[in-house]
Each structure stands twice: as structure tokens, then as C-alpha cells.
């Protein structure tokens, strides 16, 4: 190979290239790459920002390396636009090999990289987005988030039985809000209740002052919110200033809009709501006592839902690393998912081994002050449930 002529440089060269060569692979081996794609900035921010902050805590909290392989999380900003989370996600997966793609903050940016993740058999776990059927755009979608079907089918119910008659609904108008809307009207219709209004709003930058007026008008008991991370602040001061707390218009819901990392500058006019879902920063756990005062030191803010999500989404990924003893390919890191039990900040959660989403408890709160600060308090439990929201086979 070597021949006479071949100059000393050229050899050189030619002998790092081979080095290279055998070193590139052990090297990739060791490390664990996570592509995480999130809405960083744009008005879904507060998602990724609650994500990244989750799992950087954890990391912090349980070391980098994972069955021998370093962990190493690629965060990239979509901005919550579907197209981006797609040529990202793409990027991803082959320039930097990524082993799992992750994040996902709003229902359309999942949907785009499903199609990516069937291709390539990368597992796409979803911390944020609540369109039921997501799982089934993919076998290799697993689910920490949450679905609207677990949190309006309750919510339903408890307002038919605790003497809401008439509700107003005012929903985002796109995938997760559809199904809050529908999974909600059928339970509080089948209880008997009555829809007297029903609008929907943009999901970017809504104004929600012409809607309430109609909300005001049409005199309900309560009125049924689904708006996503972030946007609950500014309903709940549009709400106030149109003065329908003053006009005994509960607020009721999936607990979006109450998310705890906004709820305590909300003021006055969120106290008495009362929303379903899967976790509170209120929630009297030692866990969960411990996971709040931990976030609250490292980013001087209470964690919401979505860091919930991520938190559990990163805990996922390390558990799944360690029971296939450091196996990388999708399909046994998605077997060793598939089933998988444990305790989050939350409460008690499992992967659904049939469907990938996440089975957890849905606790009812209400919005009340605590030492002088707004919490969810939960006052409810329904345990281990399992989104009722897929497509009927
Ligand atoms: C979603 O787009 O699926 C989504 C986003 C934020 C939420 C709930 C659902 O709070």
C-alpha cells in the first residue's frame, strides 16, 4: 500500500485516517445523543423552557452517564412551527446520528416528525403535546405528557354532578382543543348539562376580549377553557378585566390553563377554579415536595405541567438505557419502555404497554391561596387512567 514513492506527509496522513477511522466508532458507542426539540422562543415558550429546565435537574440530579454511554441532549428551538420541527428533526437524525428524538411542544410538531421516526426506528418521546391520537402516528411514539381526553372526560363529569347546568366553551382552535372540547361535551351532556355557547380561538397570539364579551352575554354557571402552556396569564387578566369573575363565571377545565408556573401572578380572579388534570406543584407528595423545592432553586420559578413532562420524559430515557444494558437501537429501547412503572413528581405513572401513551392519576383542584400564594389544591383522585381519546378499532 505503501509504495516507494508515496511522500512522508502523505503517509502520515493516510496512517491518521486509518486511527481515525478505528476510533470514530468506539467513540460514537459511548455517547447517547438526545435530540430535543422544543418551542424556545415565541408564544410556546414557557414549554421548552420548562422542559430544558426539567432535564437539565435531572441530569444534575442522577449523573451524565447511563449504562456506560455519556448522555449528551442536543436542544434545538422550533419555535413550535411544524416545518422547523421537521427539517430539525431531520438534521437530527442524520447529521448528528441522534439516538432518541425528544420534546415536541405543541400537537402539529409531533405529528411532523412521526413519519421520521418510523423511517429511521428512532424513538420519539413526547413531553408536551396532548392530541390523542399521536401514539398512533407511530410505533416508535412513546408518550410522558398527558392527553385531553384523561383531564376533560373528568372534568365533564364533575361539572354535571356538582350542579353546573349551563357552560360556555371556549377552546384553542386546533387538535387538542377539538378533543377537549368533544371529550368534555360528551361527559357533561350524558350528566345532563347544557352547552349555551361554544368559541374558539387562534392558537397564535389570540385575543380573547371579543370572545368573552359572548361568553359574558350568554350567562352560564361556568365556563370551559382549554388554552395551551403559556397562554393562561394572559386569558385570566382579559377574563378579569371583562369582569366575568365579578359575574360568578367559574372557570373550569383540563388544568392548561391553570398551569402552576403562571398561576401565582394570576391575582384574585383565578381563586375557586376548578380544572382536572395530572399534576400540581401543590401536590403532598415527599417526591414532589423535594422535585419543587430543587426547581425552584436551580431557576427561581415554580415548575409547571410541561417540566413534569420532561422531567419524566429524560427519566424514561435513562430507565430504558439501562434495561436494555446500554442496546441504542429503537426497537429494544422501545420494548424496554413499553410497560414501564414508576413514581413522578406526579404521582405513581406507567407506559401503557398496547398504546406507548403515558396511564397516570387525574386529580380535580381547586385554586386557592396558601401562605399567601395561589395553588391548585387537589381535593380528587382518579387513579391510573388511561386516555380514552383513540381511534375505536
Ligand atoms: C398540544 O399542542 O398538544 C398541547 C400544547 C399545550 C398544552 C396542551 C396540548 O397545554
Do not use: C
Request: aromatic share 8%.
Amino acid at each position: 500500500m505503501f509504495t516507494p514513492t508515496m511522500s512522508r506527509r502523505a503517509a502520515l496522513t493516510v496512517a491518521f485516517g486509518l486511527a481515525a477511522l478505528l476510533i470514530e466508532p468506539a467513540r460514537a458507542q459511548d455517547t447517547f445523543k438526545i435530540g430535543l426539540i422544543v418551542p424556545m422562543t415565541g408564544g410556546q415558550a414557557s414549554t421548552g423552557k420548562q422542559i430544558d429546565n426539567a432535564i437539565k435537574l435531572y441530569m444534575q440530579q442522577k449523573g451524565d452517564t447511563v449504562a456506560g454511554k455519556k448522555i449528551e441532549v442536543i436542544l434545538k428551538d422550533d419555535g413550535a412551527v411544524p416545518d422547523n420541527t421537521k427539517r430539525i428533526a431531520q438534521e437530527l437524525i442524520v447529521n448528528d446520528k441522534v439516538n432518541v428524538i425528544a420534546g415536541f411542544g405543541i400537537t402539529p410538531a409531533a405529528l411532523a416528525a412521526a413519519p421520521l421516526a418510523t423511517q429511521a426506528k428512532v424513538p420519539e418521546i413526547v413531553m408536551a403535546a396532548g392530541t390523542s391520537i399521536i401514539t398512533e402516528r407511530s410505533p416508535y411514539i412513546v408518550r410522558t405528557s398527558f392527553t385531553l381526553a384523561q383531564s376533560s372526560t373528568i372534568i365533564g363529569d364533575w361539572a354535571a354532578k356538582n350542579g353546573i347546568k349551563k357552560v360556555a366553551t371556549l377552546t384553542s382552535d386546533y387538535a387538542p382543543g377539538n378533543d377537549a372540547l368533544r371529550f368534555f361535551k360528551e361527559n357533561f351532556t350524558a350528566g345532563g348539562g347544557t352547552i349555551v355557547e361554544e368559541v374558539k380561538v387562534p392558537l397564535q397570539n389570540p385575543d380573547f376580549a371579543p370572545f368573552l364579551q359572548r361568553m359574558k352575554d350568554s350567562k352560564p354557571d361556568a365556563m370551559f377553557v382549554f388554552v395551551p402552556a403559556g397562554q393562561g396569564g394572559n386569558f385570566m387578566k382579559q377574563y378579569a378585566e371583562r369582569g366575568l369573575d365579578k359575574s360568578g363565571i367559574k372557570v373550569i377545565g383540563p388544568g392548561d390553563v391553570m398551569d402552576d408556573d403562571l398561576l401565582n401572578n394570576m391575582g384574585d380572579a383565578a381563586l375557586g377554579a376548578v380544572t382536572a388534570h395530572l399534576y400540581s406543584a401543590a401536590h403532598p407528595s415527599q417526591m414532589n415536595k423535594d422535585f419543587v423545592a430543587a426547581y425552584k432553586k436551580a431557576f427561581n420559578n415554580r415548575p409547571g405541567f410541561m417540566a413534569v413532562g420532561g422531567y419524566d420524559g429524560i427519566h424514561l430515557i435513562y430507565e430504558a438505557l439501562k434495561k436494555t444494558g446500554g442496546k441504542t437501537d429503537g426497537d429494544s429501547l422501545v420494548a424496554a419502555m413499553k410497560g414501564m412503572k414508576w413514581e413522578s413528581p406526579r404521582g405513581p405513572i406507567s407506559i401503557d404497554p398496547e398504546t406507548r401513551d403515558i396511564v397516570q392519576n387525574i386529580y380535580i383542584r381547586k385554586v386557592e391561596k396558601v401562605n399567601g400564594e395561589l395553588y391548585n389544591v387537589e381535593f380528587a383522585t382518579f387513579e391510573a387512567v388511561k386516555d380514552s381519546g383513540k381511534t375505536k378499532k
